[in-house]
């Protein structure tokens, strides 16, 4: 059975750009939630989103968005990029996105200069 | 407000040994933890999980222990192996709210088992 699937492994963007980054979840896992991990904060919380609805969402700015498709693929987006959105971003699949087991993908790290 | 705490930053322990990693919590909502170990530039790696109503699960090598009167939860790894070697977190959530998807994590240890 297929792990998580992110795209691109490794990104750089300028400050100002836009990024879109991917994630397939394991198949028949319809939670996708999104986290940031820096190493001054560790890992936050974005988003998650099930069943193409977004359930819930963490302290970040409106620039940070996202969507999940009816095959539960989901994208983030991350508009006006500032230094410090430099990070790794991950995402991890569940069944339900409640009291289950959430499997990671491998990351996206995405530095902006 | 860190809601879920590793307090031992590293942690450093003999082939064949014990390894016990520790976590603790402030937020009694929580009720589902999980474990997970991280090497660099990597997602972490699901171990292990237990619900708030038991006080232990274990899975080979690893069992948790959950201590809710307490709001600690400890990893322990027997025997530890070099292969161990890694950073490792631990995570909570209400599982009975609307805390959809969301793992707090704490700041993770860096554990080293030394051949």
């Known amino acids: 059975k297929a792990g998580v699937t992110q795209t691109p492994r490794y990104l750089i963007k300028t400050r100002g750009q836009q990024v879109t980054l991917s994630c397939s979840p394991i198949s028949g896992h319809r939670s996708v939630s999104w986290y940031q991990q820096t190493p001054g904060q560790g890992l936050q919380f974005l988003f998650e989103?099930?069943?193409?609805?977004?359930?819930n969402k963490g302290n970040f700015p409106g620039r940070f968005s996202g969507r999940q498709f009816s095959n539960s693929r989901s994208e983030m987006n991350v508009s006006t990029l500032e230094l410090g959105d430099s990070a790794l971003y991950l995402c991890?699949?569940?069944?339900?996105?409640?009291?289950?087991?959430?499997?990671f993908g491998q990351g996206t790290r995405l530095t902006v200069v | 407000d860190q809601q879920v705490k590793q307090n031992s930053p590293s942690l450093s322990v003999q082939e064949g040994r014990i390894s016990i990693l520790n976590c603790d919590y402030t937020?009694?909502?929580?009720?589902?933890f999980l474990w997970y170990k991280k090497y660099p530039a990597e997602g972490p790696t699901f171990l292990i999980s237990i619900s708030s109503i038991k006080d232990k699960n274990e899975d080979g090598r690893f069992t948790v222990f959950l201590n809710k009167s307490a709001k600690h939860l400890s990893l322990h790894i027997v025997p530890s192996q070099p292969g161990d070697s890694a950073v490792y977190f631990c995570?909570?959530?209400?599982?009975?709210?609307?805390?959809?998807?969301?793992?707090?994590f704490g700041q993770g240890t860096i554990l080293t088992v030394h051949p």
């Open positions: 937020n009694s909502m929580f009720d589902y």
């Open positions: 991890a699949s569940s069944l339900t996105g409640v009291n289950t087991e959430a499997f």
């Open positions: 995570a909570a959530i209400n599982a009975g709210g609307t805390s959809y998807g969301k793992l707090t």
């Open positions: 989103y099930f069943s193409e609805t977004q359930r």
